[in-house]
C-alpha cells in the first residue's frame, strides 16, 4: 500500500509564502522511480495540474504558477516538495500531492498512480 501524506497547508496573506511537502511511504514503492505532481482544485472548479518533477529532476510549472512556485524532491527522504511564493486569493485551493509510476513530468491526471488526500491552502486578500 502506497501512501502520500501532504503537509505544511494553512492561512496566509496575499503575497506570503507557503511550503508544502509531500512524504511517500510503502513497502514496494520505489520512490525515487516514480514522477511526481502537485494539483490543486478550488470549491466549484476542477482538479488542476500545478506542477511536476520527473524522477531525474525535470520540472513543469503551469502557467498560473510559473515564477511563482519551485516543486523539488529529496530523494533520501522519500518527499516531494512545492514553495509556493507571492501567494495570490486565487491560489486558495485543496492541494493534492501525486505519484506517477512513469516516472516522467505529465500534467494529465489520468497518468497518476496514487493521490494524497490534499492539504488546504488558504490565502486572504
Known amino acids: 500500500q502506497v501512501q502520500l501524506v501532504e503537509s505544511g497547508g494553512g492561512l496566509v496573506q496575499a503575497g506570503g509564502s507557503l511550503r508544502l511537502s509531500c512524504a511517500a511511504s510503502?513497502?514496494?514503492?520505489?520512490?525515487?522511480?516514480?514522477?511526481m505532481g502537485w494539483f490543486r482544485q478550488a470549491p466549484g472548479k476542477e482538479r488542476e495540474f500545478v506542477a511536476a518533477i520527473s524522477w531525474n529532476g525535470a520540472t513543469y510549472y503551469a502557467d498560473s504558477v510559473k515564477g511563482r512556485n519551485t516543486i523539488s524532491r529529496d530523494n533520501a527522504k522519500n518527499t516531494v516538495y512545492l514553495q509556493m511564493n507571492s501567494l495570490k486569493p486565487e491560489d486558495t485551493a485543496v492541494y493534492y500531492c501525486?505519484?506517477?509510476?512513469?516516472?516522467?513530468?505529465?500534467?494529465?491526471?489520468?497518468?497518476?498512480?496514487?493521490w494524497g488526500q490534499g492539504a488546504q491552502v488558504t490565502v486572504s486578500s
Open positions: 510503502g513497502r514496494t514503492f520505489t520512490f525515487i522511480r516514480y514522477g
Open positions: 501525486a505519484a506517477n509510476a512513469g516516472g516522467g513530468v505529465t500534467t494529465y491526471i489520468g497518468n497518476y498512480d496514487y
